[in-house]
């Protein structure tokens, strides 16, 4: 389960992933898998990677928060590199995210389905700002123009910890909102892509299973 703690805090202390701030949220551990091959879009991409490795980070801990207008997650995972600043088109960046079922149950390794789409909040460490994407079955990602999402990332001694908050009003059609307020339950699941590894797209390590998640009052 991951618990949005109500704080007395700015947004601008809990964008920071290394503030003080943090410290009065305990991290809940979830446990990664690589997403499975078969499922991926295109059969060029399940034969190239069936003698490769992805989804190797093992997992991420998780601590969500908010001050009453806006609901953060942290997201902290160990990773041996900083791909932040990929030099060319045959490297990636590391990147992360966070998604919620728009309708309940939705399929999370299949990216929703059309009668249950999904909205991702997806961090990548060579931009600033996080996409806001939205799917409905594998290959179908829609990484919307307008975007409520603010993020930052810090890299260090081998660790990302990452920061992706949005308010809980938000002005975009409802078809494309999960709505989130102080008091309310929901769900949510976490993944994570290794830049170093090439991991990008559909090839990454993810939380399999939808984690309830209780926002405090």
Known sequence: MVKAVRLTADTASLLDPDAGTWAAVGPQR????????????SEYIQNKWKSLQHGLTPDVRVRAAHNGEVIFFRLEWDDATDDS?????????????VMLPIKDDAPIAEMGLPAQPVNMWLWRADIETPFY?????????????????SGHGSWGNGTWRVVIARPFHVNLPAEYVV?????????????????????RGGLKAYHAVW???EIDA
């Open 85 to 97: 600043d990929p030099d060319d088109m045959a490297n990636f960046p590391d990147q992360a995210g």
């Open 30 to 41: 979830m446990p990664l898998s690589s997403t499975p091959l078969v499922l991926q879009p």
């Open 133 to 149: 994407v939205t799917a409905t079955g594998r290959g179908t990602t829609v990484r919307h123009a307008e975007t409520p999402l």
């Open 179 to 199: 709505p989130l307020a102080p008091g309310m339950t929901h769900k949510c699941t976490f993944a994570v892509w290794q830049g170093s590894n090439k991991e």
């Open 211 to 213: 984690e309830p998640l």
